[in-house]
């Protein structure tokens, strides 16, 4: 059969990693696509930078645009990052009548909506597993692998930069500058953070996941987002002390009401496998009707482990390519026209426990006005820890779980509190999530 022609958009790390992998796995890939995958032409920024890919099958260019117009290429892979012209190209590679595979997740948790209704009116195909979890084959399992099930929750440790950060924190008992530190000079970090350590990459794979587990659209601006830099390593002792660890997750959840879409630091009981999941990697558990909870766990980052989804994305692509449109598997699990419109629940609604330290004079009555501040607006303790003062220190760190409350009681209880005259500054606060039983 005639071979399917491929241009690269991006020859960085994870268009270098495909590319080396589509040629390393030439013949492997070819048995299983059913026909030959080629690498004809890539878009680069440098192409000084880029000879080492030079072949004689491969056509070099600055020009991004060169590469959708090409009439033999038949699929882009778009490996740019960022929305600008990120989405421009696509679209218009879209318009030419090309399929398109993308790691892209910022563009698809933002203009997936968009550029899928674009692909299904043209008959062309949008790939992105690589846009979530790297290497793990996760928009795979949930589109299709669970396609018998409906979806209760998702719940995943899907950014290995803060991971790696946090199993320092507990590991070292450093806290979180010394940590990132350690993360950039090891490469896990970039050297500006913040899209890892706020939660805002974490929020962009989770929107993705919420879309295919419950048919609704990208609703990027909908999340509730958080990100670690405001943990302490004091945190991080007590949360082990009290049998729980902390990650940040990205959760998404069916209730009544409408969709959770969260991201933020939980503590995890130590018990749970989730709980274990350290350094650099991701894991995400998906509870199912009827398959109950599932756990998929791999590297979420990297050259090759990203490569390995784009490579399986390409040829997908190719073995349907020459499919029906209308009975190719959906971009988001369901059919355009059935999409749900259930809204995403504020995250004052939202229901779960809470890890509360409060800093405190060590004089009698305190914790008799905290309590009673807690109890005025339905929230109990399910379990409490003070610790002793240090010699000559006038003030003691109270450390409380509480049982499940709604979000805005705490919050409301929150100011309550630390306007008592006994309370020394501002309460942390972080969600306890059990994740089954």
Not at 11 to 16: A, E, P, R, S
Not at 342 to 365: C, F, N, Q, S, W
């Amino acid at each position: 059969m005639k071979p399917m022609n491929v241009g690269l958009l991006g020859l960085g790390t994870v268009g270098g990693g495909t590319l080396t992998v589509l040629r390393r796995n030439a013949a492997e890939i070819t048995r299983r696509a059913g026909r030959e995958i080629r690498v004809t032409m890539a878009a680069v920024r440098d192409l000084d930078k880029a000879k080492p890919y030079a072949s004689a099958g491969l056509v070099l260019t600055d020009n991004p645009f060169a590469v959708v117009d090409n009439p033999d290429i038949d699929i882009v892979v778009e490996m740019m990052g960022g929305i600008s012209p990120a989405k421009e190209l696509i679209l218009m590679a879209i318009e030419n009548g090309k399929h398109v595979v993308t790691a892209n997740k910022a563009l698809i948790a933002n203009h997936g909506t968009e550029i899928f209704a674009a692909a299904q009116k043209k008959g062309v195909m949008v790939a992105f597993e690589a846009a979530v979890g790297g290497g793990i084959p996760i928009i795979k399992a949930i589109r299709e692998g669970l396609t018998a099930n409906r979806i209760e929750w998702i719940a995943g440790i899907i950014n290995g930069t803060t991971n790696f950060i946090l199993t320092e924190m507990r590991d070292k008992g450093a806290g979180f500058d010394e940590m990132l530190k350690e993360a950039q000079r090891l490469g896990y970090a970039e050297a500006d953070p913040t899209f890892d350590v706020e939660g805002v990459d974490a929020a962009h794979k989770l929107t993705i996941m919420s879309a295919i587990a419950f048919g609704i659209p990208m609703q990027f601006d909908r999340a509730h987002v958080e990100g670690i830099t405001r943990l302490t390593g004091d945190d991080v002792k007590y949360a082990e002390q009290l049998g729980y660890r902390i990650k940040l997750l990205g959760i998404t959840k069916r209730t009544p009401k409408g969709i959770e879409l969260r991201v933020h630091p939980a503590l995890i009981p130590a018990r749970r496998l989730i709980a274990n999941v350290d350094g650099a990697m991701n894991a995400i558990l998906v509870k199912g009707d009827a398959v109950g909870a599932t756990m998929y766990y791999g590297a979420g980052a990297g050259a090759e482990p990203t490569a390995s989804s784009v490579v399986a994305d390409l040829v997908d692509v190719t073995r349907m390519h020459t499919a029906d449109p209308h009975n190719r598997v959906p971009h988001l699990a369901f059919q355009p026209d059935a999409l749900s419109d259930e809204p995403i629940l504020p995250m004052d609604e939202v229901r779960t426990a809470y890890y509360l330290r409060l800093r405190a004079l060590d004089k009698p009555g305190v914790l008799a006005d905290v309590t009673r501040i807690l109890a005025d607006l339905d929230i109990s303790i399910d379990a409490m820890m003070q610790k002793e003062p240090h010699e000559g220190e006038e003030q003691v760190d109270i450390i409380m779980l509480t049982h499940q409350s709604i979000e805005k009681n705490i919050n409301a209880a929150m100011m309550k509190i630390e306007a008592l005259p006994a309370i020394c500054g501002k309460i942390a606060r972080i969600r306890v999530e059990q994740l089954g039983k």
